[in-house]
């Protein structure tokens, strides 16, 4: 498992490679709270200025750009507000959160502390998945540690400012990832998730004007106030500022955690450089899902020659799309037909039944994978399938649906001739 900065000084990875850089002594001994010293000088305004200059774009999948997100908040609302950091990181293929709150949870807090002075709000929650439940430990502790030294609570830094944070686990539902979701769960609700609009920013927790951010999200404010905003993007690209963690696995040499500049160049050398290249010399790359599940699957033609810069523009135009950064390689003795139904089984299980298009959608779709599995394939179910995603994906009620879709409508537009075989011999040879 490789851990590494590439083209880059290590910025999220930083403490990752320093020892005890979880505790507040070395957080703070390598520069760790001089942001936040920084940010309770300046105007909240200005903060959420060099958020936007910053071209952060949220780390959770979606990229929607935060400091537009923060702007949507209002101002002078009776209401209180809170600032809530989404720790679930159920998506397939993605394991890139767990290291920053295992290696630097103070970078979290910190984070999570600018935003609640830029957006005036004084409680903060961390909500991670059932499963992550060792990472609480480790938050709680960190929390602890912040409250004891006066950076929580009262008063921080005796700049007139209070804000606690708390932490808060779910049971393991994937859905309870998706913002509003994770929101009726924090609530003490089933994890469903709720009408948008109103979107959190203006009606979240509690009905009350909420920011919900992702863990790398967060992780990457104290370095946008140190930095500023402008010399942080362009670390990156004008429009996907920054450095990104990748979390790769598969049939690379060197799977792991990779923090890279946006606009990498390029996706081929990564995997074949950087990541070691195919774990066995026999089967050459096949297929690649580069964002965490919820993309498009691409093909090794979309990838090898076609120097595909890693950031959000790059991966649009090559066909797929930056998700969460959760890269899956696949060689060429991978069946795609049996790594769709896999993905299919487990948006199955995940899917939440609030909405008919996703729940029957889903059920139906894995019940045509277990048809074709068991040699009962026909040659219209192809079609079938195609047709099934088409009534689920922009039909479902949260973006689940598109999720289930988009690696089956990918995978069969890729990969024709696995699907080709399996449905008229009913195997994949
Ligand atoms: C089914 C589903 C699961 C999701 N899971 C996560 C997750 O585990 N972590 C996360 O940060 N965002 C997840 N998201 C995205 C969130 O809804 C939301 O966009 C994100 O937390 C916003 O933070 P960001 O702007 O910092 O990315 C999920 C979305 C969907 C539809």
Redesign the pocket.
Known sequence: MEIKAIGCEPLSLKRVFIENGHTLKVYQDTGGYRSLKTALGMAPDDIIQQVKDSAL????????P?GM?WSFVPKGTEKPKYVVC??????PG?FK?RYLMEYDPHALIEGMIIAGWALGSNTGYIYT?GEYKYLIDIMDVALAEARDAGILGKNIFGAGFDMDIHTHTGAGA?????????LSSLEGFRGH?RMKPPFPAVEGLYACPTV???????TSIPQIIEMGGIAWRDLGTEKSGGTKLWSISGHVKKPGVYELPMGYADMEKFIFDDCGGMLRAEYGLKAVIPGGS?VYIMNAGQIVGKNVTLDYEGLVAAGSMLG?GGMMVMDESVDVVDTTKNLTEFYKH?SCGWCTPCREGTDWLVKIFDRIASGGGRPQDVQLMLDLCDNIEGKSF???G??AAWPIQSAIKQFPEDFRKWVSNGSSV
Do not use: I, W
């Open positions: 774009r949220g780390r959770g999948g979606a990229g929607f935060t997100k989404n720790a679930d990181e159920s998506e993605s959160d998945r994937y859905l309870c990832g998706e913002e509003t979701a994770l998730p919900v951010n992702n863990v790398e999200t967060f919820s969460t995940e949260c973006p689940l598109d999720a």
